[in-house]
């Protein structure tokens, strides 16, 4: 098949919306919630940073035909004393026909124009990582990842379909799991979180003190990714000292097997007010896992940087496991804290690594 030379790079409109959806059934074919319309309006055209008119997502296109796509989300990043408006990249695809040409750098420049500040990840066995070195962005972590055996039996899937092993590994893993006694700490002060409210707010502005670098994670953005998002239900649990929020922990359990088992939940993000910092992080940690326990999940994972959450949960008995993915950015000249790993808090719900996980209802 001759393929046109000219290739036109632009920011996407809504009427390209079928066209988009069929890029993604044909180039996604074994995960059909990227081409499923409601996830996609949520996730592009309902964001609470994204304007009217002005989808998050720049397209490339021979003729009427779209060739690649770069699908982004807009952040509120803050580097330093300012908060800059910002992209984190998502999807970055260019349909087999058309790689070759130089398309994925340029749909990255182009998006560059408008979006000075940029965040991606990627996987260690990826390619992408060269060509966005390439275009001067800075490879500057992996983002670390934690893990917290709870009910092994549970977690892998060969051992839970035999009752008798699946039983006797959580037998013996009883006295690895934090005691009724440790996770009683986090009972009284901490409840569910029924509204993102103004407190979050509060709280998002608190959290600028913590670190240099971070995304600003405002009552709409939370009400957005973890009540709104399609066929996802998260558990939201906030520490409070009277009633204000000092604190609040976000935690994702997979959708349980046929046998009713669920072998993970992860800690999709954690955030604290930074004058209270140790004893609430310890509180929420112990609450995550107290749910994690409650459900008896096969394990509690989470990915994080920020040295005081890696100290405390490493203290409570997580394990850090290799991680292939890398933390990538670009910024204007004179923002090099962005480069430095120690600058930055960063959780699991910051980048695609909760939003893509499989529903669980």
Same mark, same amino acid.
């Given at each position: 098949?001759?393929?046109? &030379?000219?290739?036109?790079?632009?920011?996407?409109? %809504?009427?390209?919306?079928?066209?988009?959806?069929?890029?993604?059934?044909?180039?996604?074919?074994?995960?059909?919630?990227?081409?499923?319309?409601?996830? @996609?309006? @949520?996730?592009?055209?309902?964001?609470?940073?994204?304007?009217?008119?002005?989808?998050?997502?720049?397209?490339?296109k021979s003729n009427e035909r779209i060739a690649g796509q770069l699908a982004t989300i807009p952040v509120e990043l803050n580097v330093g004393s300012t908060?800059?408006?910002?992209?984190?990249?998502?999807?970055?695809?260019? &349909?087999? =026909?058309?790689?070759?040409?130089?398309?994925?750098?340029?749909?990255?420049?182009?998006?560059?124009?408008?979006?000075?500040?940029?965040?991606?990840?990627?996987?260690? #066995?990826?390619?992408?990582?060269?060509?966005?070195?390439?275009?001067?962005?800075?490879?500057?972590?992996?983002?670390?990842?934690?893990?917290?055996?709870?009910?092994?039996?549970?977690?892998? /899937?060969?051992?839970?379909?035999?009752?008798?092993?699946?039983?006797?590994?959580?037998?013996?893993?009883?006295?690895?799991?934090?005691?009724?006694?440790?996770?009683?700490?986090?009972?009284?002060?901490? #409840?569910?979180?029924?509204?993102?409210?103004?407190?979050?707010?509060?709280?998002?502005?608190?959290?600028?003190?913590?670190?240099?670098?971070?995304?600003?994670?405002?009552?709409?953005?939370?009400? @957005?990714?973890?009540?709104?998002?399609?066929?996802?239900?998260? =558990?939201?649990?906030?520490?409070?000292?009277?009633?204000?929020?000092?604190?609040?922990?976000?935690?994702?359990?997979?959708?349980?097997?046929?046998?009713?088992?669920?072998?993970?939940?992860?800690?999709? &993000?954690?955030?604290?007010?930074?004058?209270?910092?140790?004893?609430?992080?310890?509180?929420?940690? %112990?609450?995550? %896992?107290?749910?994690?326990?409650?459900?008896?999940?096969?394990g509690l994972v989470t990915d994080v940087m920020d040295a005081l959450l890696e100290d405390r949960l490493k203290y409570f008995g997580f394990w850090p496991? /290799?991680? =292939?993915?890398?933390?990538?950015?670009?910024?204007?000249?004179?923002? &090099?804290?962005?480069?430095?790993?120690?600058?930055?808090?960063?959780?699991?719900?910051?980048?695609?690594?909760?939003?893509?996980?499989?529903?669980?209802?």
């Open positions: 098949m001759s393929i046109p &030379d000219k290739i036109s790079i632009s920011r996407m409109q %809504l009427s390209d919306m079928d066209a988009i959806l069929a890029f993604l059934a044909e180039n996604f074919p074994d995960n059909p919630r990227q081409s499923n319309r409601k996830f @996609w309006m @949520w996730h592009y055209v309902d964001h609470p940073n994204s304007h009217p008119g002005e989808i998050p997502i720049w397209i490339a908060t800059v408006p910002a992209i984190w990249i998502l999807d970055l695809m260019v &349909d087999p =026909e058309f790689r070759r040409r130089g398309i994925m750098k340029r749909l990255v420049l182009e998006a560059q124009k408008q979006f000075p500040f940029m965040l991606a990840t990627a996987s260690t #066995r990826q390619h992408s990582a060269a060509m966005f070195k390439g275009l001067g962005w800075t490879v500057f972590s992996r983002v670390p990842r934690y893990h917290r055996p709870l009910f092994p039996g549970h977690a892998v /899937k060969e051992i839970s379909r035999l009752a008798p092993v699946r039983a006797f590994a959580n037998i013996i893993f009883a006295p690895f799991r934090p005691s009724k006694g440790q996770m009683a700490r986090a009972s009284t002060q901490v #409840r569910p979180v029924t509204k993102f409210d103004s407190q979050f707010d509060d709280l998002a502005e608190q959290c600028r003190r913590r670190s240099p670098c971070s995304i600003r994670h405002s009552a709409t953005y939370l009400k @957005w990714q973890f009540e709104d998002q399609p066929l996802k239900k998260y =558990e939201v649990l906030g520490y409070y000292e009277g009633n204000q929020l000092k604190g609040y922990v976000t935690v994702f359990f997979r959708r349980a097997s046929a046998g009713g088992f669920i072998d993970k939940a992860a800690i999709s &993000d954690i955030c604290y007010h930074p004058d209270f910092a140790s004893k609430v992080v310890d509180i929420l940690i %112990l609450a995550a %896992l107290d749910l994690a326990v409650a459900r008896r999940a096969g496991i /290799k991680s =292939e993915i890398e933390i990538m950015a670009i910024g204007p000249e004179g923002n &090099d804290i962005m480069y430095d790993p120690s600058n930055w808090y960063l959780t699991r719900g910051d980048s695609d690594i909760s939003i893509f996980e499989d529903p669980n209802l």
